[in-house]
């Protein structure tokens, strides 16, 4: 299986929005509704922002949204804050009931 | 509260096997639906999926290590295995635990995670 497709880097200002793709195949994001997102600071584990697509754990912002179409999946981030550059992943569930991560964004805050 | 913390070697030689702990608590893996997955991430690389073992002990490995994985569980002692055979310099990464929750609506994710544990691989 070939991991997800995601830009390398990606920026914005304090207060915009900005958008990271995930480009997967029908095997993955295109068949299921499984598709999670990850945000990773520096020497910090993974922290899930959300799952199941368009899902957001509870007590995390609302900032933060997820929506797919076909085979690319999406996490928008509004009002860019400081803290929110990290490094994003996107992951799915596949056909041969295993996972995949995509090989990660870079969020530049300028 | 749900935690995880990995442990085991943080220095392996080249041809030997890995075996690595995941202790957890705040959940059971006796419980419908519940799963422990493993995930790790070469230095300055991304996230890269491993293996993850369910209540049931239906277990899962990437495609492409399978034939070097085995993870097994203790429910009893809150602990997931994971051994990996043969490590080889390109293994050298930190190694993470997740838990991993399943319903028929949300699917599939890794809500809680380990603080990882880097492993090395050198002679």
């Known amino acids: ?110 | 509260q749900i935690t995880l913390k990995e442990s085991g070697p943080t220095l392996v030689k080249p041809t030997q096997t890995l075996t690595l702990t995941c202790t957890f608590s705040g959940f059971s893996l006796t419980t419908s639906g519940v799963g422990v997955g493993w995930i790790r991430q070469p230095p300055g690389k991304p996230l890269e999926w491993l293996a993850l073992i369910y209540w049931n002990a239906d277990n899962r490995y990437s495609p492409s290590l399978k034939s070097r994985l085995t993870i097994t569980k203790d429910s009893s002692k809150h602990q997931v295995v994971l051994t990996m055979t043969n490590m080889d310099p390109v293994d050298t990464a930190t190694y993470y635990c997740a838990h991993s929750p399943y319903d028929i609506l949300n699917g599939y994710y890794f809500d809680y995670w380990g603080q990882g544990t880097l492993v090395t691989v050198s002679s």
Not at chain 1, 3 to 20: D, E, F, R, Y
């Open chain 1, 1 to 110: 299986q070939s991991a997800l497709t995601q830009p390398a880097s990606v920026s914005g200002s304090p207060g915009q929005s900005i958008t990271i793709s995930c480009t997967g195949t029908s095997s993955d994001i295109g068949g299921y509704n499984y598709v999670s997102w990850y945000r990773q600071h520096p020497g910090k584990a993974p922290k899930l922002m959300i799952y199941a697509v368009t899902n957001r754990p509870s007590g995390l912002s609302n900032r933060f949204s997820g929506s797919k179409s076909g085979n690319t999946a999406s996490l928008t981030i509004s009002g860019l804050q400081a803290e929110d550059e990290a490094d994003y992943y996107c992951s799915s569930y596949t056909s041969s009931r295993t996972w995949v991560f995509g090989g990660g964004t870079k969020l530049t805050v300028l």
